[in-house]
């Protein structure tokens, strides 16, 4: 098995940390189908510290057997936006995308016309967008385990035209996951990229990103881990004046926890925090979670019934609970 990318190497103490948790924020989300296959996913969300409430309707119908997928979306914004699909219909491997958005205040609105073909291992795609006037070209290739990817994209607007192009390459390996990304604008190349490497449950890791304009190192990060069945360590630095671990372990079936540290150079205080999940149910889970300024978090996720989830959470200022500023959210997912 390979290693995980390098952004994922802490992902199991992250999704303890972050997941079940959102605060100022109500949200709705419904999702449903009809019986000849149209989809439909309505969300609403409703921000308390901004006061700002969006929204958003997102349609979907597939016809499998002529290769069509039509997508219609309009949100708060005023934004309508409509895709229709065709896939491997003129000849196998050929793919037309056409998009039309309209944005009705402005009256402004684009047509974007996508033309693709594939032969192993070779795919290119071109994107024509007439209201921006931008054109984009990709070409991809695959040779075993090797995946490279390039596009130019050449845009303009009245006075002024902007180039980007940008080339990345993934390789994975049973011992090695490596990510490379060369990105070309009117400034000059940026270089960056990430290496992976395990042994064993040990994993070792690197990230750059080089700014070839200034000649300038602007990212810098080493990682380590070991990883085994119920249990995760990690420590990293990153540009040489941040240093960061965490703990991961599965106590049993239903309980996690976490810890995470982290230190920077110029600073007395450590940074620390600690949480955990358990699962009371099948259909209910519970978290927690604390750091050093005793900012403390909970979280309840209950399965009311199949296709409905409720999520609650909240994050209290411990040191002074008569003060204010606390925070609560509240979702709530409809899937039928």
């Known amino acids: ?9 802490n992902k199991q103490v992250s999704d303890i940390f972050n997941k079940g948790y959102f605060f100022n924020i109500f949200k709705l989300d419904i999702k449903t189908r009809t019986a000849n296959g149209v989809n439909f996913n309505v969300i609403g969300e409703h921000n308390t510290e901004t006061l700002k409430t969006s929204g958003s309707l997102e349609t979907k119908y597939v016809v499998p057997e002529y290769g069509l ?4 979306k309009w949100n708060t914004d ?13 000849a196998e491997g050929f793919k037309i995308v056409f998009d039309a958005s309209l944005i009705p205040n402005t009256g402004n ?17 071109i994107t024509s967008q007439s209201y921006s006037a931008k ?3 990709r070409v991809r290739t695959q040779l075993k385990k090797l995946h490279l990817t390039g596009s130019y994209s050449h845009s303009g607007n009245n006075r002024y035209w902007k180039k980007t192009a940008e080339l990345r390459t993934t390789y994975t390996h049973d011992r090695a996951h490596v990510e490379t990304n060369v990105a070309f604008d009117n400034n000059g190349p940026i270089l960056n990229g990430a290496i992976v490497v395990g042994h064993q449950g040990w994993l070792a890791g690197y990230q750059y990103v080089f700014n070839t304009a200034r000649s300038l190192l602007t990212k810098n990060n080493f990682s380590v881990g070991f990883k085994a069945k119920d249990f995760t360590l990690y420590a ?23 810890v995470q540290l ?17 699962q009371l149910d099948s259909q209910t889970v519970v978290g927690a979670k604390v750091n050093n300024i005793c900012q403390v978090g909970l979280s309840f996720q209950q399965f009311l019934r199949p296709g409905v989830k409720l999520t609650l959470s909240a994050l209290f200022e411990a040191r002074n609970l008569n003060a204010g500023g606390h925070k609560v959210g509240f979702g709530l997912e409809l899937d039928g």
């Not at 609105?109 to 795609?125: C, V, W």
């Not at 630095?237 to 991961?248: F, H, K, L, P, T």
């Open 262 to 278: 982290a230190w920077t150079a110029g600073s007395n205080q450590t940074r620390f925090a600690f949480a955990s999940k358990y």
């Open 109 to 125: 609105s684009y047509e974007r016309i996508h033309f693709g073909m594939k032969t192993r291992p070779l795919s290119l795609d």
């Open 135 to 137: 054109l984009q070209i």
């Open 78 to 90: 005023n934004l309508l936006k409509c895709e229709i699909t065709a896939d491997n219909q003129l």
């Open 1 to 9: 098995m390979a290693p995980p990318k390098f952004s994922d190497l």
């Open 69 to 72: 997928t039509f997508l219609e």
């Open 236 to 258: 990293n630095m990153n540009d040489g004046n941040e240093v960061g671990g965490s703990v991961y372990q599965r106590v049993n079936d239903r309980l996690e926890t976490g």
